[in-house]
C-alpha cells in the first residue's frame, strides 16, 4: 500500500465518532471516518431517545456507564468545546412482585460500586415526581445522576472536535467491499468515493455489520430488530424538567424531554425475536403501538390519560446481541490482523459511546487507560457459553 492512513473507522454514528475524537486525541489522526449519510449521526444514532442512565446488572457495563454519564455531565463542554444537550433529570426504576427482588439486588450491587441508587417508598417518590402513580408499584428506586442528551448534535461535536485535532471525516461515503490489502499489511476499503487504504480497520456500523462480516466469511450474532417509539405532548401541569421512568411491569419506559415532550419505548424482550432488514422496515407505528404506548403511560402518569396528546411516532433498529450486550474485538484469530468491531450494542450505544471511545483507543493503542476488562465481550464468549448474565428478562436494561 503507498502511504494508508493509520486507523479507518466505518460508521460516523456516536460510537464511530466517539472513537474517532477519543483516537485524535491521543494523537492518532492520520484516521478517516466514513459515513454513509449525508452528515455524522445519519442512521439510528439519529433516532435514539438518548438515555444517560446507569442502571445495569452487570457491573463492568454499570461503571462504563457512570464514567460516561460523568464525562456528558462534567467533562463534555471543556473537551469537546460545544454542549451535547446534557440534561440531568434522575430516574425511577419501578419494580412489581416479579421484578422487586432483582431490581432491590441490582439497586444494592450499584450503590456497592458508587452509583447513586436509594429505594424511596411510594411518599418519597411523590414528593419527587407528584404525578408519578407510585401505588401501583410494589418497589421504586430511584437514581438521582441520570438523565438525556441530544445524539446527533453529540455525534456530530464529536467528529468536529476530531477534525479540529487533525482528523478527517467522510460522509456520502458507503463502503461497498472491504479486503485484506496485496500486501497483507493493512486493508483495502473500497466505497463510492474511491478506495481507502488503511493498516487498522474498525467497524462500528451497527445493524449493517452482519452483512459486512460475512463478506469475511466471519459470523456475528447481531440481528437487526425493530423498536417503535411513541412521542407525546404533556399538559402544562406536568411540564418541565421531569424524571425518566422504567416502568417494568408494563415493560416500557417513558422520557419527559424538554418542555412537554413525553417520549414512550419499548421494554419487551419479545422485540428482539424477530429480525428485519435495516434498509427496509416499517419505520412508522401502527395504531395499536399508539394505543398500548398511551395505555402504559396513562397507567404510570395518570395525567398522560387525561390530558396528554400524541404528536407522532417513529421507529430505529437495535443490533442485539444473544445477551444484549456489545461484541467488541479484534479478528487475528479469523486471519484479519488489524480489523476490529464494536457492534451488537442491543440500545446501549449512545450513553455508552465514550466508554466506547476510551475502550477502542485502549485497543488500536496496547494501552488500557479506561481500566475495564475488555475480554467480556470478546465474540468467542457466545461459542464458550460465557454469556453476560442480566437479573432482568427485559429488552434494552442490561
Not at 469537546?80 to 425511577?92: A, N, V
Not at 411518599?123 to 438525556?148: C, M, Q, R, T, W
Not at 448534535?153 to 461497498?176: H, I, Y
Not at 428485519?276 to 390519560?305: L, R
Request: net charge negative.
Amino acid at each position: 500500500m503507498n502511504n494508508p492512513i493509520d486507523v479507518a473507522i466505518l460508521g460516523g454514528g456516536s460510537t464511530g465518532s466517539s472513537i474517532l475524537y477519543q483516537l485524535a486525541k491521543r494523537g492518532i489522526t492520520r484516521a478517516v471516518l466514513l459515513e454513509k449519510g449525508s452528515q455524522i449521526a445519519a442512521g439510528q444514532t439519529s433516532r435514539s431517545t438518548a438515555l444517560l442512565r446507569c442502571h445495569y446488572s452487570i457491573p463492568t457495563v454499570a461503571k462504563m456507564s457512570w464514567d460516561s454519564y460523568q464525562f456528558f455531565k462534567n467533562d463534555f463542554e471543556t473537551e469537546i468545546h460545544t454542549s451535547s444537550g446534557f440534561q440531568k433529570t434522575g430516574l425511577f426504576v419501578c419494580g412489581d412482585a416479579v421484578t422487586e427482588k432483582a431490581l432491590g439486588a441490582n439497586s444494592q450491587m450499584l450503590r456497592e460500586i458508587g452509583i447513586p441508587s436509594e429505594k424511596v417508598d411510594q411518599d418519597h417518590a411523590k414528593k419527587i415526581e407528584p404525578y408519578l402513580n407510585a401505588a401501583i408499584y410494589s418497589l421504586i428506586v430511584f437514581e438521582p445522576e441520570s438523565g438525556y442528551a441530544e445524539p446527533s448534535v453529540t455525534a456530530s461535536a464529536f467528529a468536529n472536535r476530531a477534525m479540529e485535532l487533525g482528523s478527517k471525516v467522510m460522509t456520502n461515503t458507503m463502503v461497498q467491499s472491504l479486503k485484506k490489502s496485496a500486501s497483507g499489511n493493512g486493508y483495502e476499503i473500497s466505497t463510492n468515493n474511491g478506495t481507502v487504504e488503511a493498516k487498522k480497520v474498525i467497524v462500528a456500523t451497527g445493524p449493517w455489520s452482519k452483512a459486512l462480516f460475512a463478506s469475511l466469511g466471519i459470523i456475528v450474532p447481531i440481528k437487526p430488530v425493530r423498536h417503535p417509539v411513541c412521542i407525546f405532548q404533556r399538559p402544562e401541569v406536568y411540564s418541565g424538567n421531569r424524571p425518566l421512568i422504567f416502568d417494568f411491569p408494563r415493560e416500557a419506559y417513558y422520557k419527559p424531554e424538554g418542555n412537554r415532550f413525553f417520549y414512550a419505548g419499548s421494554l419487551a424482550a419479545e422485540l428482539d425475536q424477530v429480525e428485519i432488514n435495516p434498509d427496509n422496515y416499517n419505520e412508522s407505528v401502527s395504531f395499536d403501538e399508539v394505543a398500548k404506548f398511551s395505555e402504559e403511560a396513562s397507567a404510570a402518569v395518570p395525567i398522560m390519560g387525561t390530558a396528554g396528546v400524541y404528536v407522532r411516532g417513529y421507529t430505529g433498529v437495535y443490533d442485539v446481541t444473544p445477551d444484549q450486550q456489545p461484541i467488541i474485538d479484534e479478528f487475528s484469530d479469523f486471519g484479519y490482523e488489524g480489523l476490529y468491531c464494536l457492534i451488537g450494542l442491543s440500545g446501549h450505544g449512545f450513553k455508552l459511546s465514550p466508554a466506547f471511545g476510551w475502550i477502542m483507543s485502549d485497543f488500536i493503542t496496547g494501552e488500557n487507560r479506561s481500566g475495564y476488562d475488555r475480554s467480556i465481550f470478546r465474540l468467542s464468549r457466545f461459542k464458550e457459553g460465557k454469556l453476560l448474565s442480566s437479573r432482568y428478562n427485559l429488552s434494552t436494561v442490561g
